[in-house]
């Protein structure tokens, strides 16, 4: 489905990434896991389109996207969900929702879609017409998921989504993500936390100043020593 093939990706003349090679079957659940500063937010970024590369291709379906403008990357049927989240804290969770439904597609299924959101996430059927700035940080997380989710995309790219939640919300975020994964969407997700990616991922790769240093089945990955002192953490 996706086809990262030998990317590299620099920052001015700062290189943030390098020989780049992966990739992503359908329906897969792939985690990008590795310390601070490896490079993992810059490689979802150069896949949803908003960092170009300096070399190599990113190809969806067999076609060429790294070229594209990042709406073009949404119109291939990518979704990236931000670190950070990056709500319109003044507008409401409808309104924050309905953004990512702008595609003719995705629009034409919005009512469908909306309902499939707020299946997953219930917390926010009674939170609708409420500013996305005054939800907890755990119902954030859930709109800008949800967010991503109305698009309608085939690849969901995921950025740290337990970031600043408690260990409770992050077990919530994580069934959910795993309702997600089993539903048939093609997952990329980057995340600290390390323990908890391997156990709902399919496959992992590790990145280390931006480049790839292991990639396999979790259980692989985390069995060896090296792996596990170096990069994983645990």
């Given at each position: 489905?996706?086809?990262?093939?030998?990317?590299?990706?620099?920052?001015?003349?700062?290189?943030?990434?390098?020989?780049?090679?992966?990739?992503?079957?359908?329906?897969?659940?792939?985690?990008?896991?590795?310390?601070?500063?490896?490079?993992?937010?810059?490689?979802?970024?150069?896949?949803?389109?908003?960092?170009?590369?300096?070399?190599?291709?990113?190809?969806?379906?067999?076609?060429?996207?790294?070229?594209?403008?990042?709406?073009?990357?949404?119109?291939?049927?990518?979704?990236?969900?931000?670190?950070?989240?990056?709500?319109?804290?003044?507008?409401?969770?409808?309104?924050?929702l309905d953004v990512g439904s702008y595609l003719p597609a995705a629009k034409a299924k919005r009512r469908e879609s909306l309902g499939e959101v707020l299946e997953l996430f219930p917390a926010l059927k009674d939170r609708l017409d409420v500013p996305a700035g005054e939800l907890s940080g755990g119902q954030q997380q859930m709109?800008?998921?949800?967010?991503?989710?109305?698009?309608?995309?085939?690849?969901?790219?995921?950025?740290?989504?337990?970031?600043?939640?408690?260990?409770?919300?992050?077990?919530?975020?994580?069934?959910?993500?795993?309702?997600?994964?089993?539903?048939?969407?093609?997952?990329?997700?980057?995340?600290?936390?390390?323990?908890?990616?391997?156990?709902?991922?399919?496959?992992?790769?590790?990145?280390?100043?931006?480049?790839?240093?292991?990639?396999?089945?979790?259980?692989?990955?985390?069995?060896?020593?090296?792996?596990?002192?170096?990069?994983?953490?645990?």
């Amino acid at each position: 489905m996706l086809e990262v093939d030998r990317i590299a990706v620099a920052y001015g003349e700062a290189g943030a990434l390098w020989d780049i090679t992966l990739r992503v079957r359908r329906g897969e659940l792939l985690s990008i896991v590795g310390p601070n500063g490896a490079g993992k937010t810059t490689l979802v970024n150069t896949i949803a389109g908003f960092l170009k590369p300096k070399a190599g291709r990113i190809l969806m379906d067999g076609h060429d996207i790294g070229v594209l403008p990042p709406h073009r990357h949404c119109e291939a049927g990518i979704a990236l969900v931000p670190e950070g989240r990056r709500l319109f804290t003044t507008m409401s969770v409808a309104e924050n929702l309905d953004v990512g439904s702008y595609l003719p597609a995705a629009k034409a299924k919005r009512r469908e879609s909306l309902g499939e959101v707020l299946e997953l996430f219930p917390a926010l059927k009674d939170r609708l017409d409420v500013p996305a700035g005054e939800l907890s940080g755990g119902q954030q997380q859930m709109v800008a998921i949800g967010r991503a989710l109305m698009a309608r995309p085939r690849l969901l790219l995921l950025d740290e989504p337990s970031l600043g939640l408690s260990p409770l919300v992050t077990a919530d975020m994580f069934r959910a993500i795993r309702r997600i994964s089993t539903a048939g969407i093609t997952i990329v997700l980057v995340e600290q936390n390390v323990g908890i990616a391997l156990r709902v991922s399919h496959r992992a790769c590790v990145l280390e100043l931006g480049r790839i240093v292991a990639e396999g089945a979790p259980g692989d990955l985390g069995s060896r020593p090296e792996i596990r002192k170096a990069y994983l953490g645990i």
